[in-house]
């Protein structure tokens, strides 16, 4: 069984910022591409940005130059380090992974359980 929890989110004013973090744990091999996505009320799950295990990072274009993502292979963690916040970044966001799991082995995509973010004066 492999989970991710990720954590960190709240209630911050425009400009603002935030840390997510996700942790994954279980029966890990190895984890592939992490990812954060987010969803908005009334939207669709979007992409907001991704790293490989080798560190290659890519944005959605509403984020480029405020959100930074980042991994740490030896902890099997994920983080999303969020400035300048606007009202328009409120969601739920949610941590993926692409993980090789043992016992069996098996290729997994998971997901965390979400952490709301709301940007509000």
């Known amino acids: 069984q492999v989970q991710l929890v990720d954590s960190g989110g709240g209630l911050v004013q425009p400009g603002g910022s935030l840390r997510l973090s996700c942790a994954a744990s279980g029966s890990i091999y190895s984890i592939d591409t992490m990812a954060w996505y987010r969803q908005a009320p009334g939207k669709e799950r979007e992409l907001v940005a991704t790293?490989?295990?080798?560190?290659?990072?890519n944005y959605a274009d509403s984020v480029k130059g405020r959100f930074t993502i980042s991994r740490d292979n030896a902890k099997n963690t994920v983080s999303l380090q969020m400035n300048t916040l606007k009202p328009e970044d409120t969601a739920v966001y949610y941590c993926n992974a692409g993980v090789l799991a043992m016992y069996p082995s098996r290729y997994l995509n998971v997901w965390g359980q979400g952490t709301l973010v709301t940007v509000s004066s």
């Open positions: 790293i490989t295990r080798s560190g290659n990072t």
